[in-house]
């Protein structure tokens, strides 16, 4: 399979004619929206002109997976935009939303994974759907068939990330470093043994830093592992060189023995986040 790499270059559409919803230019930083607003948009309070300028750019590359950032600040403009590239069921589940924030963060995400996704398989807008697996973890279908392609989104107050990779398991976590007031609760249902004391031996910013490292590490992997929150996370731990310094390492979950998980740490000043991938299998002799 060829090796993906969303960050350099965003292969045309194969088809001759631009997406109806999407349309994506050689390079992933300069994809555009283009969608026609759908009927039951046009009571929404929003400006008349879709923008053109991408609300998603090229944030890292871990192996074979790239990563995309994805800015879900309030954007009127934007969100009148990625609404008008959703599906009918999509703008269905928008409408349900109550608050304005997961309305917005789930809008711009999904328009962003349909760019991207019709950029790198050659479709339209019109034919890409999204499957469910039996644990609720989304698939790309590209004309009634499952695509060759791993993706897994995630979204946490203004930011959110798109990883896709060509191939293997794929799960990405992010969260805003928030104050819990029952962080204690957090830690005994998310951690580990060894996991809970080095957490709770720290504090103040420091504590909550270690949480969120840990948590969307182990989250990522519970994401990618399919069984999502079906996995109890308090029965692996983060490796402790992770822990402590590394920023990357390998895993292997009590619950999948012939599986090698690969982990990266993609935190920083505005976020925690980190990404889970299932690595390739060595070839044999």
């Known amino acids: 399979m060829r ?3 969303l960050g350099r270059r965003l292969r045309r ?3 001759p004619a631009q997406p109806p919803g999407v349309r994506g230019r050689e390079r992933g930083l ?4 283009a969608c026609q607003p759908p009927e039951r948009a046009e009571a929404r309070t929003f400006p008349v002109a879709p923008v053109r300028a ?3 750019r090229h944030y890292t590359r871990v192996g074979s997976a790239t990563v995309l950032h994805v800015d879900l600040a309030p954007d009127p ?11 009918e069921g999509e ?4 409408s349900r939303f109550v608050y304005s924030g997961p309305r917005r963060q789930f809008v711009l995400s999904r328009a962003a994974v349909r760019a991207v996704l019709c950029a790198e398989l050659g479709c339209r807008n019109d034919e890409l759907a999204f499957g469910v697996s039996p644990h609720g973890k989304p698939f790309a279908r590209v004309r009634d068939r499952q695509a060759d392609i791993s993706f897994n989104v995630s979204h946490g107050g203004w930011h959110g ?6 191939e293997g398991r794929l799960g990405v976590d992010i969260e805003e470093r928030v104050e819990r007031r029952r962080l204690d609760l957090l830690i005994e249902a998310a951690l580990g043994e060894e996991e809970t004391a080095e957490v709770t031996s720290a504090t103040g910013s420091e504590q909550l830093h270690l949480f969120f490292k840990l948590w969307t590490m182990k989250e990522a992997l519970m994401k990618a592992h399919g069984l999502g929150m079906g996995l109890d996370a308090t029965t692996f731990e983060i490796p402790r060189a992770m822990r402590r310094m590394d920023v990357s390492g390998t895993l292997v979950l009590p619950q999948m023995p012939d599986v090698t998980w690969r982990l990266r740490d993609l935190g920083e000043e505005r976020f925690a986040a980190a990404i889970a991938h299932e690595s390739a299998p060595e070839a044999g002799p």
């Open 3 to 5: 090796h993906l790499d």
């Open 30 to 33: 300069t994809t555009t929206v």
């Open 77 to 87: 403009e934007r969100e009148w935009a990625a609404l008008a590239c959703l599906d």
């Open 161 to 166: 990330l798109i990883a896709l990779a060509p």
């Open 13 to 15: 559409p194969a088809h």
């Open 91 to 94: 703008l269905a589940r928008w």
């Open 54 to 56: 991408p609300w998603w």
